[in-house]
């Protein structure tokens, strides 16, 4: 898909949900505050953070977020989670549309992890290594392998289905 082709208008359960500015602001905070910080003097802000993000995180995740990514993109990446489902009539020109923006990376970090984990959840587990580490996934060192969206669903689809390749 070149970049003059619109993007395929994706159906609600498909496009990132949208939060609070002020909330992810205080989460972002509490996170910031928990990474790296002592276990001990940040009760508070751990139960806060659960609290004000119905969640039950243990500390330890916390450690080692800004190593990986900024503390936004992750509290995006948790408060998104639970709107990541296996969507029975999904179809295959949204699952290539989905494809397609994670390999593009057409919208932020947060948008794409989640369309990624929408890929995952509708296809196969395996979908990332199809889209990232190829060579992993067919078991050699062939990193160079260029895949269009279309062949990666369609060879996802098939490791979904047990189909060996």
Known sequence: MDHTTPKMHLRPELIPPTFDEHLLARLTELAEALDGGDPKQTVEQLAEFNRRASTAIEFIE????????????WIRAVLSAPYVRRIPDITHDELVELTRRVMEVDGDEASCHFWLMQLKSNLSPRVSNLIYWPGEYFGHNDYDRD???EKIVEIAMQDEAGIKR
């Open 147 to 149: 895949m269009p969206p």
């Open 62 to 73: 916390f450690q080692g977020i800004y190593g990986g990514q900024d503390h936004e993109t």
